[in-house]
């Protein structure tokens, strides 16, 4: 499963914006652009996921051959992290080769205790992991510690993560 995972270009001003700044809600950092298509095989073959939030609003799609995070996703990058008045961002650093691994954790997360939610929480880590990988980030290591210190520490952020549904056709 995750030796198949593709990861596309993902570039600050194309794919994504940051949010810090008069934009900003203090709450996330950045935000795509565009919907964020990863090449995976995250679910069985004729198995497709959507997951939503409280007010019906698709954000995650994962299918057999990819999975679509929607335009507008918003996330906070690597955690944990807060915004200090004065001072900005202050906490774990976010870097070009780390933020679609932090933006790929952070919406799977989101749905990790759904109904249909297709793998745990170590899954998630390791897809970060892999992706950070692929990104050629020189702090794998240390960064996956980090993640996974958080689920040990059972730290989790208050998502709006309500709802998934098994879906009968497939997204284009």
């Known amino acids: 499963m995750l030796d198949t995972i593709k990861i596309p270009n993902f570039r600050e001003g194309f794919e994504y914006c940051e949010l810090s700044g008069p934009q900003g809600n203090r709450e996330y950092r950045f935000k795509t652009k565009h919907s964020v298509i990863i090449q995976c095989?995250?679910?069985?073959?004729?198995?497709?996921?959507?997951?939503?939030?409280?007010?019906?609003?698709?954000?995650?799609?994962?299918?057999?051959?990819?999975?679509?995070?929607?335009?507008?996703?918003?996330?906070?990058?690597?955690?944990?992290?807060r915004w200090i008045p004065l001072l900005g961002w202050v906490g774990t650093p976010d870097f070009e080769q780390t933020r679609l691994a932090s933006l790929v954790h952070d919406a799977l997360c989101q749905f990790l205790e759904t109904e249909h939610?297709?793998?745990?929480?170590?899954?998630?880590?390791?897809?970060?992991k892999q992706i950070l990988i692929q990104s050629h980030f020189n702090?794998?290591?240390?960064?996956?510690?980090?993640?996974?210190?958080?689920?040990?520490?059972?730290?989790?952020?208050d998502y709006d993560?309500?709802?998934s549904i098994i879906l009968d056709r497939f997204h284009p």
Request: aromatic content about 14%.
């Open 41 to 81: 095989n995250l679910v069985p073959k004729g198995k497709a996921i959507s997951f939503r939030d409280s007010k019906n609003k698709e954000w995650v799609y994962i299918d057999s051959t990819h999975m679509i995070i929607m335009k507008g996703y918003a996330w906070d990058g690597c955690s944990p992290k």
């Open 117 to 128: 939610f297709p793998f745990d929480r170590k899954v998630c880590d390791q897809i970060f």
């Open 139 to 157: 702090l794998v290591k240390l960064y996956y510690i980090g993640v996974r210190m958080g689920d040990y520490l059972g730290i989790k952020e």
């Open 161 to 163: 993560g309500v709802k």
